[in-house]
């Protein structure tokens, strides 16, 4: 999250979250170290509806970002984190609801950058010369919606690779 701290100039940020990460308090935790910073998160469930229906444009969706959103507006915050890998795909409604002023944060960019930066540290880039890249993703959902899902956004048709599934553990908690 240093990314969302370095980029609020008021200290007011919100994360939209799916609901389990918010039911997990994982993202307020992760901002404990900056009590300075008024942090609070809000789930977005029908965000996630959506994009898994494969809808990310249209009235209906603006009205539901709205809905969201206008709150934030009015709380007058700055920065925004899509705390979801889902939202990344709403950025164009999020940022048009939310206006030019309010920097977006994206959880999954910065993750890959992180990893990114991880491996070169470690010498562990893939080089030029080695075999292409298999690829194998980790689904809480339907692994068959993700599938169609992924081909879709992903664009890597049947490059996809192996999907497995993961038990959310916001329902490992409650066992």
Known sequence: MRRAVGATRNGRMRGHLHLGTHQSGAYLDAFAAAPHLDV?????PRFVEFVERGV????????????YLEPLRGAEVDT??????HYP??????????????????????????????????????????APPTHGFTTTG??????????????????????????????????
């Not at 609070?40 to 977005?44: G, N, V």
């Not at 925004?80 to 890998?85: A, D, P």
């Open 89 to 130: 795909l709403l950025t164009g409604v999020i940022s048009y609801v939310m206006g030019d002023e309010v920097t977006l944060v994206s959880s999954a960019e910065e993750t890959a950058k992180d990893v990114y930066r991880t491996l070169a540290d470690l010498g562990q880039l893939r080089g030029d010369e080695g």
């Open 80 to 85: 925004l984190v899509l705390g979801c890998t």
């Open 56 to 67: 990310t444009v249209g009235e209906e969706l603006i009205a539901v970002a709205r809905g």
């Open 40 to 44: 609070r998160s809000t789930p977005c």
């Open 142 to 175: 339907d692994p068959e919606e993700f599938r169609r899902l992924a081909t879709r956004f992903l664009g890597l048709g049947s490059e996809l690779g192996e999907i497995f599934t993961a038990v959310p553990l916001h329902s490992q908690e409650r066992s």
